[in-house]
T-cell receptor, first 113, second 111 residues
């Protein structure tokens, strides 16, 4: 089954404790992206990747890091999480650069206390 | 401020009514997508429009891309309870690298 998986689905952590949210897709997609969703703000793009070793900033990259060492994986790293990073995070992938469908993962709800 | 302004934010209607959701911007987009999101899940694509003035129909849903590729609308005819959900529009940058989402329209269709 074609899908995007994220782990963990829920995470409660404390300020400053480094964490990684994993994202994996099994569709051989070139493009992957991370979004955060906050009430009243829709989804905002954090980082995106056009292919392996090619990443770039989205609209709200501060406080986040990403890497794309393999085509299928695109982890999101919070080196020193803060309470304003409490949010619902979505990973998405699409076949490439163009008007293509983005396939979204199920989301990771992160709470930073 | 949002690059894409979506309205209305909330809509509660009776089954069988018609409705229109709007997505407006002062920026030009290479494409405009509409997604629907259910609670606890990620958004799922409904349609992509690319050409200015383009109209696409998906059963009871009609999507339109503005002539200048700055705005879009979603019209639902004879809404059903199964249409309930969060509707999101998303505009793509000129090179399809970045995507800008509207804040969403939460639709509730009562039986």
């Amino acid at each position: 089954e074609a899908q995007v998986t994220q782990n963990p689905r829920y995470l409660i952590t404390v300020t400053g404790k480094k964490l990684t949210v994993t994202c994996s897709q099994n569709m051989n997609h070139e493009y992957m992206s991370w979004y955060r969703q906050d009430p009243g703000l829709g989804l905002r793009q954090i980082y995106y990747s056009m292919n392996v070793e090619v990443t770039d900033k989205g609209d709200v990259p501060e406080g986040y890091k990403v890497s794309r060492k393999e085509k299928r994986n695109f982890p999101l790293i919070l080196e020193s999480p803060s309470p304003n990073q409490t949010s619902l995070y979505f990973c998405a992938s699409s076949r490439g650069q163009g008007p293509y469908e983005q396939y979204f993962g199920p989301g990771t709800r992160l709470t930073v206390t | 401020t949002q690059l894409l302004e979506q309205s209305p934010q909330f809509l509660s209607i009776q089954e069988g009514e018609n409705l229109t959701v709007y997505c407006n911007s002062s920026s030009v987009f290479s494409s405009l997508q509409w997604y629907r999101q259910e609670p606890g899940e990620g958004p799922v694509l409904l349609v992509t429009v690319v050409t200015g003035g383009e109209v696409k129909k998906l059963k009871r849903l009609t999507f339109q891309f503005g002539d200048a590729r700055k705005d879009s609308s979603l019209h639902i005819t004879a809404a059903q309870p199964g249409d309930t959900g969060l509707y999101l529009c998303a505009g793509a940058s000129y090179n399809f690298n970045k995507f800008y989402f509207g804040s969403g329209t939460k639709l509730n269709v009562k039986p």
